[in-house]
């Protein structure tokens, strides 16, 4: 945020906006987050399951709760600090994710 305000200050012609720069950072630490909770995801997927696989469809289904309960976890403990109605969009867009990650294990329990 710092560095977008001087920036700012330093460019002819503008002036500097702390709202603006903190919008900014926001913006970019909760799209930096949303990234990281899905590595955390897939590690999580990827950790639990190396060698259980093949496995059953309740272990994939195990596994995929707690990889998405720890995904979710390190995005709000990532964004603390942030109120809710301004990550709302980023949790959506997380939810909508994971979604299509259940999608795709939904297709393997059903080939299995």
Partial sequence: MVEQYVLAINT???????????DSFVEAKCSDTLKDALDVYEVAMTTQLENEVPCDNDQLRRSHDVALQN???HFMADTAGISINTIEKYL?????????????????????
């Fill in 12 to 22: 002819p012609g503008v002036i500097p906006n702390v709202q603006n720069a903190w």
């Fill in 71 to 73: 995904s979710e976890n």
């Fill in 92 to 112: 959506k867009k997380l939810k909508v994710r994971y979604k299509k990650k259940e999608s795709k294990i939904q297709i393997v329990i059903r080939v299995a």
